[in-house]
Structure formats: C-alpha cells, structure tokens
C-alpha cells in the first residue's frame, strides 16, 4: 500500500514537471491541483476534471493517513507496551488536526518542511543506531551461554 | 442492543444534524453573472480598462427577448479603470446587481497597447494565482483594436460571442491559420528561460460583422514584438508538428495544388560545430491533394506524384527558412530551439546567454512529402 501510494506520488511529480515544466511548476502551492485544473475536457458536462479528482484525493488522503496513524500507533505501543492502542490513535489524530491547523499559510508550512528535510536523515537512520546502542548496552539479542 | 448502545448510537445521530443546514452561502443562478470574456485593455496612465462579457439568459429565448427600445444583445458589458485586473473586477461588482462570477471564464483578450505600458505577467497574475479562475481560458490578443470594441462587438452568427471563441479552439481543423493557447501554457512560456510566448490574433470585420481568428503575436520575454501572417503562421505550424489537419496552397509547374489534411511531424536534432550550436530540422509531411487547377491535360501518374511532393518541398524549404529567419529577427524564441538546446546540450546551455545566441543560430531545414490519397485520377 504505502509503495503504490509513494508510486502514484512519484507519478504525479514528474507529470506536474513535465507538464509545466521546472521553472513553472514552482509557482504553484499545489502544482498536483494546478495539473488537474489544466485538463480541458470539451463537451462533458463539467468541461473539467477537478471535482472528480478531489473525491478520489481526499478519498486516497484519509485511507493513506489512516494506515500511517496505524503504522506509528502500532510501532509505539511495540515500544511502549503500557500504552492503550485505541487511545493512543485518538491522541495522535489530536496532533494530527492541530498540526493541520496550526500552520497560518501553506507558505510557511513549505518553508519549515524545507527545514526539516535537511535534517530528516538523521532519525532516519539515528533511530536504528539508537536502538542497537541501547540493545549493546541491555546486553539483549545475545545468545545465552 | 442494549440501553448504553442505544444511547451512544442517539447521540451520533443528533450529531450528524448539525449537517443538516445545508449550503448556507449558495445563490441562484439567476443571481449570478457568470462571465464568458474578460478584456484587459491599457487605461489612462498606469491604469488599467477592464471589461466583462456576461451572457443575459432571458435574452437568448426568443419570447421574452428585448422589446423595441430596449437593448436586444444577448450579453451585457461592463467596464471599469483600475490599477489591477483584480481591483477591476471587485469595482465592476458593484456595477451589477447579480454575483460576478469568474470560474466560467473562458476566455480573455488583451489589447495590443497593454504591452507597451505594462508587464503582461503582472496583468494576468490574478487569472493564474486566483483558485477561481480557470486555468483552461483561452488568451487572444487585439489587432488594430481595443478588447473593449472587440467585447462590444455582436457578430452574426453567434447568441453569445464569448464562448464563439472556444467553439472555434475547439475544433483540430481551425488550429491552422492560428494556435490557441490557455493561460497557463501562456504564463508557463512568459517565464520559461528557454521559450517564448504566442498568443492568436484576434479582429472585427464590421462590414461582414464577425470575428477573424489568423495569425499569431509573437514575445520576446515579456514583450510583444511581432506578429506572423496567417500564411507564416501555417508555416510555424509545420516546424512545430501542430498542424494536424491544414491545407495549403502551392503554385507549381504542374498548376494551383492545394493540400489538405496535411499533417506535420518535425525532429530537431543540435549538433556543437565549432563551439555553436547547429539546427538540424527534419520535418516530414503527409498531406491529401483536394484541388488541382491543371496547365496541361493528362492522367496522374507516380512520377507526376512524386514531381508534386518534391516540388512542394523545395517551395516549403524556402519558406520555412524565411519564417525562422523572420523569428530569429524579432529574437522571439516561439519554435522552442532554446528548450531542445537545453534537453540536448545541458552543458552548453547553462554556460550560453541564449537571447544573446539565438539570433545567429545556423540551420538546416529537411522537409519530406508524402501525398496519401489524390483524390482523382486526373
């Protein structure tokens, strides 16, 4: 699911670059809703294609969100066994909500991910570096004499 | 079920009524003006004269169509001087009593004077950064004339003159004595480094009261400094392979030929010859013979064919070279050699002044065609 959704992402970039092109597409927030509204479809009842694509995109937005919620939840309460999982989905949609609204503008939403993809290789590969530090120190995953 | 179920499912319900209030900010369509054109023209100093075309649907049925005395157009227009396009339209609101409605738009004309005084990317900034605005309308600029007039005037052969102009993009037979162009294809070549915009050209013929769609204006960056006559612009549509159902006129030894049908192909190969780059353009025809005004008498033959297609080839080399001379010329980059330089020879390209470049830049045209069908034996 997650690498027919990373394809259908990876799809959709190079056919927003190759539509407008690397100089155009940058003027766009979201070059993906600019790509759809450029499709003229004479003679259909709604000439476009942006409604239909919406109900499909909110639709594969709430089922991607949904299996990550589950992703992260599960992953936690693996670490964290005293954690309720039902709970724990609830409090991370709270934080999901608030850090959908928080953001004033999607300028600045962009400026801080431009931030933080500088540095999201470092828990990427820190957090199993991390894990197996801990796991030496525990002295776990050694076989007992 | 039991009670604590029933209760919990309750006040899910209840829920769910604040739903229940429907579409709190809609108007009716008859409350709405829904505008099909919209004019920029250049206003009285760094303004701008902004005009609407919004159709008056009572006015398109017959029955209640305008009494005597009373304007019998089916379109109202309305105008207003503004510093921006976007300023215009939220004046020109209170000009009708009705919602101006923008998301319908389908086209939008620019008078040839707007680009003397202003910087046309800044003029359509609001038809491109406004979510409203569709990004399909169609750009069209003025010839000899004001989007206003243009707006103003009522052809006969459409109820509404606004939508005349999609009808006619529309249709593959049309994209011949001009290229339409939407918005968004239009800004993408206005600040694309390696391209240069066009946009159709568009005229009033009052004494036979209709529009007349030929030819292009060409830009360089933001500018407009030219224009190809309907004939140049066939020929544009060759080397660019946007021809796809022309037809063209050869005066040939044989007599008149006339192509129809014809559809292009074009390859652009840019080969580095002493350091600068050479235009190698091979563009290959297939096209039907629909008229044929003889010098001589005598049945079609192979060889007779085959003098037609070379002959015709030699008449289009020539020309084709004049077109991209004429282009070269005005320094407007429309045939898009600045983009395949960059495709092909990045390397080049990012260490090349390309506007600097392209005025110079040598090259060969190939044209190959074909003829499918004659038509007659004759």
């Known amino acids: ?145 | 079920m039991n009670r604590h179920h029933k209760f919990k499912l309750a006040i899910l319900l209840l829920f769910f009524l604040i739903f229940l209030s429907g579409c709190w900010d809609f108007a009716e369509v008859d409350r709405r003006a829904f505008v099909t054109t919209i004019g920029i023209d250049d206003g009285p100093g760094s303004k701008v004269l902004v005009s609407v075309q919004i159709p008056n649907p009572h006015k398109m049925i017959p029955l209640l169509n305008a009494t005597s005395g009373e304007d019998s157009r089916n379109f109202s227009l309305i105008s207003t001087t503004a510093s921006t396009v976007n300023e215009a339209l939220n004046i020109l609101l209170t000009k009708t009593y009705r919602n101006l409605v923008i998301e319908q738009n389908k086209s939008i004309i620019i008078g040839a004077k707007v680009f003397e005084n202003d910087n046309v990317t800044d003029l359509i900034d609001h038809l491109t950064r406004n979510p409203k605005a569709p990004l399909q309308a169609l750009v069209f600029i003025c010839k000899d004339a004001t989007a206003k007039s243009i707006l103003e005037a009522t052809p006969v052969q459409e109820v509404l003159p606004g939508l005349m102009f999609v009808q006619s993009a529309q249709t593959t037979f049309k994209y011949d004595r001009t290229f339409y162009i939407p918005i968004w294809r239009f800004e993408q070549r206005l600040i694309h480094s390696a391209k240069d915009a066009y946009a159709p050209l568009i005229s009033f013929d009052p004494t036979e009261t209709t529009y007349v769609e030929a030819g292009l204006a060409v830009f360089n960056g933001s500018r407009l400094v030219g224009e190809l006559t309907p004939h140049e612009t066939q020929l544009f549509g060759i080397i660019t392979g946007m021809m796809s159902q022309g037809g063209m006129t050869f005066s040939l030894s044989l007599g008149e030929v006339t192509l129809a049908n014809l559809n292009s192909k074009s390859k652009i190969r840019i080969l580095l010859k002493d350091g600068r780059p050479y235009y190698s353009i091979k563009i290959f025809i297939s096209a039907n013979i629909s008229e044929l005004i003889k010098r001589s008498n005598g049945f079609m033959t192979p060889q007779k064919v085959i003098e037609i297609e070379r002959e015709i080839e030699k008449v289009l080399k020539t020309e084709l070279s004049k077109v991209v001379k004429k282009l070269q010329k005005l320094n407007s980059d429309v045939l898009d050699f600045g983009e395949e330089l960059r495709v092909q020879h990045q390397r080049y390209w990012n260490q090349t002044e390309w506007k600097q470049e392209y005025p110079t830049v040598q090259f060969n045209i190939d044209v190959k065609v074909r003829i499918r069908k004659t038509g007659a034996k004759q």
Do not use: D, H
Request: with cysteine.
């Open chain 1, 1 to 145: 699911m997650s690498v027919l959704i990373m394809l259908l992402f990876l799809l959709e970039i190079i056919g927003g670059i190759g539509v407008f092109g690397s100089e155009y597409v940058q003027k766009f927030i979201w070059p993906n809703l600019a790509l759809i509204k450029c499709i003229n479809i004479p003679y259909l009842v709604l000439e476009q294609i942006g409604p239909v694509f919406l109900i499909v995109w909110i639709t594969v937005f709430i089922v991607g969100g949904g299996f990550y919620m589950y992703i992260v939840a599960n992953g936690l309460q693996q670490l964290f066994p005293r954690l309720n999982y039902k709970l724990l989905v609830l409090t991370l949609l709270v934080i999901v909500g608030i850090g959908g609204l928080i953001f004033p503008n999607a300028v600045l939403v962009g400026y801080l991910f431009e931030m933080i993809r500088r540095f999201s290789i470092i828990p990427a590969i820190g957090y199993p570096v991390l894990i197996y530090i801990i796991a030496v120190i525990r002295g776990k995953g050694r076989k007992n004499s």
